[in-house]
């Protein structure tokens, strides 16, 4: 994972998943076509079960990008809680992180999700 700070945009996945879906929503594609082929995308080059942590960049960053757009998908936004509630990426950052930027991840990322339970 190429990060460069613990904002929600801040690594290249999810720096990625964000550019891809203002593409294909540019191509003309909808927000449910744009989000389909992303996660088709991603599902089929990592694993749920062996790269949970680098799959939820992927909804981080297609959450964040459909929140700036305001228009997030219920899904996309249940499912992204839940990742949240379960620790999503916070694996990758006790790894290869300073004890203060993953604390600091793990606010930035409470911060997303309390945004997110304020659209229920």
Not at 5 to 30: N, P
Not at 33 to 43: P, V
């Amino acid at each position: 994972m190429g990060a460069w700070g613990t904002g929600v945009f801040d690594d290249d996945t999810s720096c990625d998943v964000r550019d891809d879906f203002i593409d294909y929503l540019e191509e003309g594609k909808t927000v449910e076509e744009a989000t389909k082929i992303i996660l088709e995308e991603y599902l089929e080059e990592y694993n749920i079960n062996e790269d949970l942590e680098v799959l939820s960049l992927v909804y981080i960053g297609l959450s964040a990008i459909q929140m700036e757009k305001n228009c997030l998908q219920d899904h996309l936004r249940k499912s992204i809680i839940e990742l949240i509630e379960r620790g999503a990426d916070l694996e990758l950052w006790e790894e290869s992180a300073e004890k203060e930027d993953y604390e600091e991840r793990k606010k930035v990322l409470n911060n997303f999700k309390e945004k997110l339970l304020k659209l229920l």
